[in-house]
């Protein structure tokens, strides 16, 4: 069984696993304007993960958390403020930091390096924003950078960890835009991109046709709002 990846708009994706398991990156759906409504309201999630604290990141967390009962990571700082506002507490076992890895249902799950800001919906300190490497259960690797510019130490991500494909922001404004992704790629060395962090606002102004002019060489898979593509 493949990857399936279905954009929900903004920075967030739903991954099922070849495993079988349901995967919410960022999952920012009930005030998305992107996102489909039959996309709102999750009816099954194995597995939370949020880059950072920004509320078009975290989101229905907490709403999905409860419904569901799915464990959530997060970076540490961050994943304490979401456990002060009703995730179940973790012991710690899912709040690792920048360089860990934790294993959840099957999936590993690394925090990488991010350059952006991050402070929790209600103004308190959430630690650092992050990036996320995860590994599926057969050994397929997706780099979601998160909202960053880029970084020389991209080069390292891509050394370290060879992902199969990198999900960066190209939207421009709050994050890189189509011309720093353009190098984002080249950095990690990878050979398929899903764009995202872009088309929400009217501020979000990078495309995916012109990241497709600037990285040629690598494939731009730029799926539609609640469209899923098999990885
Ligand atoms: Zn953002």
């Known amino acids: 069984m493949a990857t399936a990846l279905t954009w929900l708009g903004h ?9 079988g398991k349901r995967i919410y990156v960022d999952p920012f759906l009930s005030g998305n304007p992107r ?6 309201t999750p009816e099954r999630c194995d597995l939370i993960v949020v880059t950072h604290g920004h509320g078009d990141h975290v989101g229905d967390t907490i709403a999905i958390h409860n419904e569901l009962g799915c464990p959530v990571v997060a970076q540490v700082e961050l994943r304490g403020w979401l456990t002060r506002n009703g995730v179940a507490d973790d012991g710690q076992a899912h709040s690792p930091n920048k360089g ?4 959840v249902e099957g999936v590993k799950v690394t925090l990488t390096d991010a350059n952006h800001s991050s402070s929790a919906p209600d103004g308190s300190y959430a630690g650092e924003p992050c990036g996320v490497v995860l590994e599926l259960e057969d050994g397929f690797k997706l780099y979601f950078s ?10 390292l991500i891509g050394r370290i960890y060879s992902p199969d494909v990198a999900v960066l922001p190209i939207g421009d404004h709050y994050t890189m835009g189509p011309q720093e992704a353009a190098v ?5 060395g990878v050979p398929r991109c899903v764009p995202s962090h ?34």
């Not at 920075?11 to 495993?19: M, V």
């Not at 998160?146 to 080069?155: A, Q």
């Not at 995916?208 to 899923?228: C, H, I, S, Y």
Request: aromatic share 6%; no cysteine.
């Open 11 to 19: 920075a967030s994706f739903r991954l099922d696993s070849p495993g």
């Open 35 to 40: 996102t489909p409504e039959s996309e709102k």
């Open 100 to 103: 860990g890895t934790v294993a």
């Open 146 to 155: 998160g909202d960053t510019n880029v970084f020389g130490d991209m080069s």
């Open 184 to 188: 984002a790629l080249e950095l990690l």
């Open 198 to 231: 872009y088309g929400t606002f009217p501020l979000l102004t990078g495309t995916p046709d012109e990241l497709r002019r600037l990285a040629p060489e690598v494939e731009v898979l730029a799926p539609e709002p609640g469209e899923t593509i098999e990885l």
